[in-house]
C-alpha cells in the first residue's frame, strides 16, 4: 500500500461549511487590509491639506503598518492558528529585530538631518 496521501483525503476531513468559515474570514482580512491601506494612501496625500503634522503622519503610518503586519501574519501565515511556543518562537526575534532596526533608523535619520544643517 502506497503512504503518500491521497488528494481526495481533504475532501473527506474537511466540510464546505468549514470552507466557507475559512474564505469568510479570508475576505473579511482583506477588506481590513484594503481599507488600512486606504487610510494610509490618503493620509499621505492629503495630510498636508489636512492640516496634520507629519510626526503625527509618521507616528500613524508605524502603528497601521503593525496592524497590516499582524493581520497578514495572523491569517494568511496561518501564525494565529499554531501553538503559543511557535508563535513566540516566530515572533520575538523579529520583534527584537523591528525594534533595533527602527532605533538605528531614526539614529541616522536625526544624524543626516543635523549634518546637512550644518554643513549649509
Known sequence: MN??????DYATTHSEEAGVQIRKTIWKVFWI???VTSIEVALGIFY???GIDFSIVKT???VLTLVKAYFIVAEYMHLKHENSYLKKLVVIP???LAIYLLLLLLTEGGYSERMINFMF
Do not use: K
Not at 503512504?3 to 481526495?8: F, Q
Open 3 to 8: 503512504d503518500m496521501h491521497n488528494p481526495n
Open 33 to 35: 487590509l484594503l481599507g
Open 48 to 50: 498636508q491639506d489636512w
Open 60 to 62: 500613524t503610518f508605524i
Open 94 to 96: 523579529y520583534a527584537f
